[in-house]
């Protein structure tokens, strides 16, 4: 199972979000590479970094991401997500380094764009993330309901070509509260290999996901308050 440190990105800065709300942000540092890099030297294999500006549409942080890039490029893989909304987004953020792009909303919004973004870039390198609140899709940095049930939506883009898909338990998220096993299996169901993400709080939550059969746990708020070192996180997932 691959485990993923999160760097969320929001005004050049390291933060996290509670329930994925703009207003419940933490500060964790005001150098993302910085991190990166020392992720990379705890033994990190994937570094899964969003740009939440994009993500919520009120900017962009493209240069503290390519500085990000530039500083462990070669030594660890990245997925990159955050308001990948257009094939020319898509393919800058892979020519300028990114390993995987996680696409959202405008895989929930738009029928055809993952087809068109498999077709241009291969399903391998995307991954679709289903952020789900209630079981329900959402969409725009985790703002607005679509009324899409989140295992249709999984459905319908592994159907079109992709391998890979993200759960987020919306309210779960940076809550230490647990991951959401039962909504993360209800993806898998539908062929996907799927990666956990929002409320993991202890080794045994990663323990558990990786008991559960899942592809992947994505790892941020425990990880920055020291409830666990990420050479321990490394060994939980094996």
């Known amino acids: 199972m691959d485990l993923f440190p999160a760097i969320d990105i929001r005004s050049g800065r390291v933060v996290r979000l509670s329930q994925g709300e703009a207003a419940r942000q933490t500060v964790y540092g005001d150098d993302p590479a910085a991190v990166a890099e020392r992720f990379v030297a705890e033994g990190a294999k994937w570094i899964h ?5 994009r993500a919520f549409g009120t900017g962009q ?5 390519r500085d990000l890039v530039d500083r462990v490029r070669g030594q660890v893989r990245l997925q990159l997500g955050g308001g990948f909304r257009s094939l020319e987004l898509i393919q800058a953020a892979l020519d300028l380094g990114a390993d995987r792009i996680v696409v959202g909303t405008a895989a ?13 870039g291969g399903g391998s390198r995307l991954a679709v993330g289903v952020d789900v609140r209630g079981g329900y899709a959402m969409i725009r940095g985790w703002t607005e309901a679509t009324g899409l049930r989140a295992d ?3 459905r319908r883009v592994v ?3 992709v391998t890979t898909v993200i759960h987020t338990d919306v309210m779960r998220d940076g809550m230490l509260g647990g991951p959401d096993l039962d909504g993360a299996l209800a993806l898998r169901a539908v062929g996907a290999a799927v990666i956990a993400s929002g409320g993991v709080a202890s ?9 559960a059969g899942l592809a992947g746990v994505i790892v941020g708020r425990a990880l920055y308050e020291g409830r666990f070192r990420l050479a ?7």
């Open 232 to 238: 321990e996180a490394l060994e939980a997932a094996e």
């Open 203 to 211: 080794l045994d939550d990663i323990r558990a996901v990786g008991a």
């Open 61 to 65: 942080n493209l240069a503290t991401i």
């Open 108 to 120: 929930a919004i738009d029928r055809e764009f993952i087809p068109r973004a498999v077709a241009a």
């Open 159 to 161: 159907d079109q070509g």
């Open 49 to 53: 970094v969003v740009d939440l500006d």
């Open 152 to 154: 249709d939506l999984a």
